[in-house]
């Protein structure tokens, strides 16, 4: 049972350059959502994604983008880094059904960016 | 936005002692979940407490709803080295969108 997979699992980044997160789920979720996770600061919600073909803002978006071209891929973008964005990032995913949202998580990707 | 605080951050106690982690928020939620996280890991699901007043109890874990759906503990007894890690409380807000609390960091020692 792989559950949430996420690559890589620790980048280094200029300042300015790109990158792209991928988060891979096999349990056929509908909901997939990406946070960051900062000393103190909890989980914090970037983009989240309620289907295949769709995406929608968080509470932090600026500085991202996401594509959800397969259902079972959440893709994270960085167009031009910032050291602001260094983090550990968490992708998960759930059902989507109201009653309960237990979200299961990825082991995270740590980026630093210089 | 739906804040949620934890308190306290961190929490260093020894074996076999017990400890409450607090969840506060000035918001209702329809449900609260307590997640717990380990160095190098994502958070994982503990439970999700649904009604007001509900208590739960999972082997040493006690979790605890507020009546007024706002608040929420989380009690653990005899605590064991096992036990140590960051919990988390994340309130489910509209949607299907969570909002996490700042986390506390337990530290049992043996």
């Known amino acids: 049972n792989a559950g949430v997979t996420q690559t890589p699992k620790f980048r280094v980044l200029k300042t300015g350059q790109s990158m792209t997160l991928l988060c891979a789920q096999d349990?056929?979720?509908?909901?997939m959502y990406w946070y960051r996770q900062d000393p103190g600061m909890g989980l914090r919600l970037i983009h989240y994604?309620?289907?295949?073909?769709?995406?929608a803002k968080g509470e932090v978006p600026d500085g991202y983008n996401v594509s959800r071209l397969k259902k079972q891929n959440f893709l994270l973008g960085l167009e031009s880094a910032a050291p602001s964005q260094t983090s550990v990032y968490f992708c998960?995913?759930?059902?989507?059904?109201?009653?309960?949202?237990?979200?299961?998580f990825g082991a995270g990707t740590r980026l630093s960016v210089l | 936005t739906q804040l949620l605080e934890q308190s306290p951050q961190f929490l260093s106690i020894q074996e076999g002692e017990n400890l409450t982690v607090y969840c506060n928020s000035s918001?209702?939620?329809?449900?609260l979940q307590w997640y717990r996280q380990e160095p190098g890991e994502g958070p994982v699901l503990l439970v999700t407490?649904?009604?007001?007043?509900e208590v739960k109890k999972l082997k040493r874990l006690t979790f605890q709803f507020g009546d007024a759906r706002k608040d929420s503990s989380l009690h653990i007894t005899a605590a064991q080295p096992g036990d140590t890690g960051l919990y988390l409380c994340?309130?489910?807000?509209?949607?299907?969108?969570?909002?996490f609390g700042g986390g506390t960091r337990v530290l049992v020692k043996p």
């Open positions: 998960a995913s759930s059902t989507g059904l109201q009653s309960l949202n237990i979200q299961y």
């Open positions: 349990m056929n979720h509908e909901y």
């Open positions: 994604s309620v289907g295949e073909g769709t995406t």
């Open positions: 918001s209702v939620f329809s449900s």
């Open positions: 407490v649904v009604t007001g007043g």
């Open positions: 994340a309130g489910k807000a509209a949607g299907n969108k969570l909002t």
